[in-house]
């Protein structure tokens, strides 16, 4: 009886007697493990940055949105200003006062501006907010404060900043302290806010705000004009956060129903909820997962069939090297080892050589197309058992068919 020693050293040596013939053989599996793992890991990559993205709206979160549309004047199709948002500071209160299973409800005003220190000017996002959006955008206080409630009630001039609007206003001298002008209005900074952990390489389209480029201040305080019929208690967004995960769906409904009554025109607002944009997105996604793996199962199997027509031809060739085993004492069972074992041998080698292929051939992809990729654990196991998988598969039936051949007619073939 062949020990399992003496099965992979007699299949080494059937190989490596026939290199060319087992490195054609082994192409076709590379390239197909290359793929799966590729495929891999552009999806797993691709997955990681939709939490990050939409992860970053907060999945917890239900968003109302203004639409404004610009407006065209006269035959000469001459731009006037886009009349302002017309969402309220009413119908937050609305909101609040209609959902119970809310954690906070919050507003904002934005725009464009320069932003001007002591020493320099840059282009920010000048955001105004309630106290509340904090427990919406979650943001990352590096240090100093976050605006109280006394801030908005009060309509203090003062502002927390982000990371990169602070480095472009004030260099490496220190903000926390210093004094901004802003849209026609100096605030006073009390807080510098940083990135938050886990960020997204790349920010979300759906991300209407960029806390890193924007200098965040009380938005009783904020009277810059967003737009004709512009009023202090117009607003761009209004954000609730459900109580609970369970939650999130119930208070989506119930926003928009709210809305639909307050607001005749639809059209003048979106409800934007990332957890179901979320779900959307990773659907997709595993859709175009599963084409890609697909394409990748398919190269193994038709490698595996190349191996099949090898391990046949393999067979005939070696028709009384058979027979000199089996009449030396080898069973049937040792020689349907011996053959499986080579099979299973060139598909694990070319699963080993296509990993870094594939590896390669993702990062090939994030450089050129942008995409961000992720090479795991699971797709290095995953494109090793196939691999050993087709080669088990489409070895066994060579190998059933030499260990079929008898002693005596295997040692009478030319």
Known sequence: M????????????ALTAHRLRATLSAIGIVFGVATVVSAIAIGEGARREAFAQIGALGIDNVFVRAVRHETVAGSS??????????LTMAD????ADAIPALNSVAALRTIRTEAVSSTHAAQVQLIGVTTAWRQIAQPALLTGRWLAEDDVRERRRVAVIGADAAMALFGGAPALGARVRAAGNWYQIVGLIGDRPGAAAKPSPLQRVQLQSSVVVPVTAMDASLGEGDALDRVDEIAVRAASDQDVGRVASIVAS??????????????????????????AQR??????????????LISGIGIMNIMLASVAERTQEIGVRRAFGARRHDVVA???????????????????????????????????????????????????TVGLVFGIYPARLAAAVQPVDALRAP
Request: aromatic residues 4%; glycine residues 10%; charged residues 10%.
């Open 338 to 388: 011996q053959f499986a074992a080579e099979a299973a041998l060139l598909c694990v080698a070319g699963g080993v050589v296509g990993l870094p292929v594939g590896a390669g051939l993702a990062g090939v992809i994030a450089l050129l197309a942008g995409w961000p990729v992720s090479v795991s654990m699971t797709a290095v196991l995953l494109a090793l058992a196939l691999s050993t």
């Open 92 to 95: 937050a209160r609305v909101l």
């Open 2 to 13: 062949m020990i399992p020693a003496d099965v992979l050293s007699q299949a080494v040596a």
């Open 77 to 86: 199709a001459t731009r006037r200003q886009p009349p302002a948002p017309s």
């Open 258 to 283: 709210v809305m639909g009554r307050r607001h005749a025109n639809a059209t003048d607002y979106e409800i934007v909820v990332p957890r179901e944009l979320l779900q959307a997105r990773l659907r």
């Open 287 to 300: 859709t175009f997962n599963g084409v890609l793996i697909g394409i990748g199962g398919l190269a193994l």
